[in-house]
Protein backbone atom coordinates (compact mmCIF):
# COMPACT_ATOMS: atom_id res chain seq x y z
CA UNK A 1 0.00 0.00 0.00
CA UNK A 2 0.82 3.40 -0.79
CA UNK A 3 1.26 5.42 2.48
CA UNK A 4 0.79 9.39 2.04
CA UNK A 5 2.51 11.76 5.01
CA UNK A 6 0.75 15.17 5.62
CA UNK A 7 2.86 18.17 7.38
CA UNK A 8 2.47 19.61 9.53
CA UNK A 9 -0.30 18.02 11.45
CA UNK A 10 -1.68 21.55 12.90
CA UNK A 11 -1.47 25.08 11.42
CA UNK A 12 -2.22 28.25 12.96
CA UNK A 13 -2.58 31.20 10.33
CA UNK A 14 -4.67 34.11 10.66
CA UNK A 15 -6.64 35.52 7.99
CA UNK A 16 -5.01 36.73 5.05
CA UNK A 17 -1.91 34.62 5.75
CA UNK A 18 -0.80 32.44 3.20
CA UNK A 19 -0.84 28.46 4.09
CA UNK A 20 1.14 25.64 2.37
CA UNK A 21 0.57 21.83 3.22
CA UNK A 22 2.70 19.09 2.43
CA UNK A 23 1.73 15.56 1.71
CA UNK A 24 4.89 12.94 0.53
CA UNK A 25 3.78 9.86 -0.64
CA UNK A 26 5.80 6.85 -0.32
CA UNK A 27 6.16 5.86 -3.71
CA UNK A 28 5.34 7.70 -6.89
CA UNK A 29 2.50 8.20 -7.87
CA UNK A 30 2.77 10.66 -10.88
CA UNK A 31 0.37 13.20 -10.91
CA UNK A 32 -2.32 11.27 -8.95
CA UNK A 33 -2.83 13.18 -6.50
CA UNK A 34 -6.25 14.89 -4.40
CA UNK A 35 -7.05 17.41 -2.14
CA UNK A 36 -9.81 17.71 0.56
CA UNK A 37 -11.32 19.60 2.46
CA UNK A 38 -12.78 18.86 5.69
CA UNK A 39 -14.94 20.65 7.98
CA UNK A 40 -16.22 19.44 11.59
CA UNK A 41 -19.08 16.90 11.35
CA UNK A 42 -19.36 17.63 7.51
CA UNK A 43 -18.31 15.28 4.71
CA UNK A 44 -14.97 16.12 2.99
CA UNK A 45 -14.98 17.99 0.00
CA UNK A 46 -12.89 17.72 -3.01
CA UNK A 47 -10.91 20.61 -3.94
CA UNK A 48 -8.38 19.54 -6.42
CA UNK A 49 -7.43 16.73 -8.51
CA UNK A 50 -4.49 15.24 -10.38
CA UNK A 51 -2.25 17.15 -8.29
CA UNK A 52 -3.28 20.79 -9.47
CA UNK A 53 -6.31 20.60 -11.05
CA UNK A 54 -9.46 22.79 -8.90
CA UNK A 55 -12.87 21.37 -8.84
CA UNK A 56 -15.56 22.67 -10.04
CA UNK A 57 -16.99 26.13 -7.71
CA UNK A 58 -13.27 25.96 -5.78
CA UNK A 59 -11.95 29.41 -5.17
CA UNK A 60 -8.25 30.20 -6.57
CA UNK A 61 -7.00 30.96 -4.01
CA UNK A 62 -6.58 26.92 -3.41
CA UNK A 63 -3.58 25.64 -5.40
CA UNK A 64 -1.97 22.79 -5.72
CA UNK A 65 1.44 21.45 -6.99
CA UNK A 66 3.93 18.51 -7.13
CA UNK A 67 4.33 15.09 -9.33
CA UNK A 68 5.92 12.03 -8.13
CA UNK A 69 6.16 11.45 -4.26
CA UNK A 70 6.21 15.11 -3.25
CA UNK A 71 2.89 17.32 -3.24
CA UNK A 72 1.99 21.03 -1.53
CA UNK A 73 -1.30 22.64 -1.43
CA UNK A 74 -1.68 26.53 -0.75
CA UNK A 75 -3.87 28.54 0.48
CA UNK A 76 -3.30 32.12 -0.53
CA UNK A 77 -4.93 34.91 1.65
CA UNK A 78 -6.74 32.50 3.80
CA UNK A 79 -10.39 33.38 4.51
CA UNK A 80 -12.50 32.47 7.44
CA UNK A 81 -14.50 29.72 5.75
CA UNK A 82 -10.61 28.10 5.07
CA UNK A 83 -10.15 27.22 8.96
CA UNK A 84 -10.97 23.20 8.38
CA UNK A 85 -8.84 19.88 7.92
CA UNK A 86 -7.08 19.21 4.70
CA UNK A 87 -6.27 15.56 3.85
CA UNK A 88 -4.56 14.72 0.66
CA UNK A 89 -5.36 10.94 -0.84
CA UNK A 90 -3.07 9.19 -3.77
CA UNK A 91 -5.11 7.92 -6.98
CA UNK A 92 -2.51 6.24 -8.21
CA UNK A 93 -3.28 2.33 -7.18
CA UNK A 94 -5.87 0.61 -4.74
CA UNK A 95 -5.87 0.42 -2.32
CA UNK A 96 -6.75 4.33 -1.89
CA UNK A 97 -4.92 6.01 1.06
CA UNK A 98 -5.50 9.31 2.46
CA UNK A 99 -2.98 11.54 4.81
CA UNK A 100 -3.67 11.93 8.36
CA UNK A 101 -4.29 15.37 8.14
CA UNK A 102 -3.53 19.11 8.33
CA UNK A 103 -5.70 20.96 10.56
CA UNK A 104 -5.31 24.59 9.63
CA UNK A 105 -6.66 26.53 13.22
CA UNK A 106 -6.86 30.22 13.64
CA UNK A 107 -4.34 32.17 15.53
CA UNK B 1 -28.31 18.40 -8.01
CA UNK B 2 -26.07 15.85 -6.87
CA UNK B 3 -26.89 14.24 -3.88
CA UNK B 4 -26.14 10.96 -1.65
CA UNK B 5 -28.01 9.84 1.18
CA UNK B 6 -26.78 7.30 3.79
CA UNK B 7 -28.66 5.40 6.35
CA UNK B 8 -28.43 1.99 8.00
CA UNK B 9 -25.71 2.93 10.64
CA UNK B 10 -26.35 2.12 14.21
CA UNK B 11 -25.52 0.08 16.80
CA UNK B 12 -24.82 -3.39 17.14
CA UNK B 13 -23.21 -5.86 19.16
CA UNK B 14 -19.78 -7.52 18.01
CA UNK B 15 -19.97 -10.21 15.67
CA UNK B 16 -23.18 -8.82 14.24
CA UNK B 17 -24.17 -7.36 11.24
CA UNK B 18 -25.56 -4.36 9.09
CA UNK B 19 -26.51 -3.48 5.97
CA UNK B 20 -25.66 0.42 4.69
CA UNK B 21 -27.65 2.12 1.82
CA UNK B 22 -26.69 5.07 0.01
CA UNK B 23 -29.31 6.64 -2.58
CA UNK B 24 -28.35 8.51 -4.88
CA UNK B 25 -29.74 11.06 -7.25
CA UNK B 26 -29.21 14.08 -9.87
CA UNK B 27 -26.73 12.16 -11.87
CA UNK B 28 -26.44 8.76 -14.25
CA UNK B 29 -25.41 6.49 -11.50
CA UNK B 30 -24.46 3.70 -13.98
CA UNK B 31 -22.00 6.20 -15.22
CA UNK B 32 -19.88 6.47 -12.04
CA UNK B 33 -17.74 4.16 -9.91
CA UNK B 34 -18.96 4.68 -5.77
CA UNK B 35 -16.74 4.02 -2.90
CA UNK B 36 -17.12 3.49 0.56
CA UNK B 37 -14.45 5.32 3.24
CA UNK B 38 -14.67 5.48 7.23
CA UNK B 39 -14.00 7.86 9.37
CA UNK B 40 -12.99 7.05 12.94
CA UNK B 41 -14.10 9.89 15.53
CA UNK B 42 -11.40 12.58 16.17
CA UNK B 43 -9.42 10.77 13.31
CA UNK B 44 -8.27 10.25 9.57
CA UNK B 45 -10.14 9.05 6.81
CA UNK B 46 -10.09 5.42 5.78
CA UNK B 47 -10.91 4.01 2.41
CA UNK B 48 -12.88 0.86 2.73
CA UNK B 49 -14.21 -0.34 -0.91
CA UNK B 50 -15.24 0.67 -4.88
CA UNK B 51 -17.76 -0.68 -7.20
CA UNK B 52 -17.58 -0.15 -10.70
CA UNK B 53 -20.68 1.49 -12.28
CA UNK B 54 -21.63 -1.82 -13.74
CA UNK B 55 -21.25 -3.70 -10.92
CA UNK B 56 -18.59 -6.01 -12.67
CA UNK B 57 -15.87 -4.33 -10.73
CA UNK B 58 -14.81 -4.21 -6.72
CA UNK B 59 -12.02 -3.84 -4.65
CA UNK B 60 -11.30 -4.15 -0.93
CA UNK B 61 -9.35 -2.91 1.86
CA UNK B 62 -7.62 -5.63 3.68
CA UNK B 63 -9.25 -5.01 6.71
CA UNK B 64 -12.89 -5.93 5.27
CA UNK B 65 -11.76 -8.03 2.67
CA UNK B 66 -14.50 -11.18 3.58
CA UNK B 67 -16.53 -9.53 5.90
CA UNK B 68 -17.46 -6.63 3.86
CA UNK B 69 -19.70 -6.56 0.49
CA UNK B 70 -20.14 -3.55 -1.64
CA UNK B 71 -23.24 -3.83 -4.24
CA UNK B 72 -25.60 -1.80 -6.41
CA UNK B 73 -28.63 -1.62 -8.13
CA UNK B 74 -29.10 0.47 -10.37
CA UNK B 75 -32.09 0.41 -11.17
CA UNK B 76 -32.90 1.23 -7.64
CA UNK B 77 -29.68 4.34 -7.82
CA UNK B 78 -28.72 2.73 -4.60
CA UNK B 79 -25.65 1.58 -3.41
CA UNK B 80 -25.17 -0.78 -0.23
CA UNK B 81 -22.43 -2.16 1.90
CA UNK B 82 -23.17 -5.21 3.53
CA UNK B 83 -20.93 -5.38 6.85
CA UNK B 84 -20.67 -8.56 8.55
CA UNK B 85 -18.68 -9.85 11.58
CA UNK B 86 -18.40 -6.54 12.78
CA UNK B 87 -15.49 -5.54 15.12
CA UNK B 88 -15.14 -2.76 17.57
CA UNK B 89 -12.55 -1.01 15.17
CA UNK B 90 -15.45 -1.25 12.41
CA UNK B 91 -17.11 1.79 14.23
CA UNK B 92 -16.51 4.72 12.35
CA UNK B 93 -18.68 7.18 10.00
CA UNK B 94 -19.25 5.65 6.98
CA UNK B 95 -19.29 7.82 3.86
CA UNK B 96 -20.68 6.99 0.10
CA UNK B 97 -18.74 8.61 -2.57
CA UNK B 98 -19.09 9.29 -6.13
CA UNK B 99 -16.43 8.65 -8.28
CA UNK B 100 -15.08 12.22 -10.29
CA UNK B 101 -15.50 11.29 -13.93
CA UNK B 102 -16.82 8.74 -16.10
CA UNK B 103 -15.89 5.28 -14.78
CA UNK B 104 -13.13 7.01 -12.29
CA UNK B 105 -12.84 4.82 -9.45
CA UNK B 106 -10.07 6.89 -8.12
CA UNK B 107 -11.46 10.58 -7.09
CA UNK B 108 -13.90 11.13 -5.32
CA UNK B 109 -15.95 14.46 -6.29
CA UNK B 110 -19.36 14.18 -4.38
CA UNK B 111 -19.69 12.44 -0.50
CA UNK B 112 -22.90 12.22 1.76
CA UNK B 113 -23.35 12.80 5.31
CA UNK B 114 -22.58 9.84 6.40
CA UNK B 115 -24.31 7.43 8.90
CA UNK B 116 -22.47 6.39 11.87
CA UNK B 117 -21.71 2.63 12.63
CA UNK B 118 -20.97 1.75 16.88
CA UNK B 119 -19.88 -1.88 16.93
CA UNK B 120 -20.42 -2.60 20.78
CA UNK B 121 -21.65 -5.12 23.74
Known amino acids: DIQMTQSPSSVSASVGDSVTISCRAS??????LAWYQQKPGKAPKLLIY???NLQTGVPSRFSGSGSGTDFTLTISSLQPEDFATYYC?????????FGGGTKVEIK | EVQLLESGGGLVQPGGSLRLYCAAS????????LSWVRQTPGKGLYWVSV????????YYADSVKGRFTISRDNSKNTLYLQMNSLRAEDTAVYYC??????????????WGQGTTVTVSS
Open chain 2, 97 to 110: AKGLGFGDLMVMDV
Open chain 2, 26 to 33: GFTFSNYG
Open chain 2, 51 to 58: ISGSASNT
Open chain 1, 27 to 32: QGISSW
Open chain 1, 50 to 52: ASS
Open chain 1, 89 to 97: QQASSLPLT
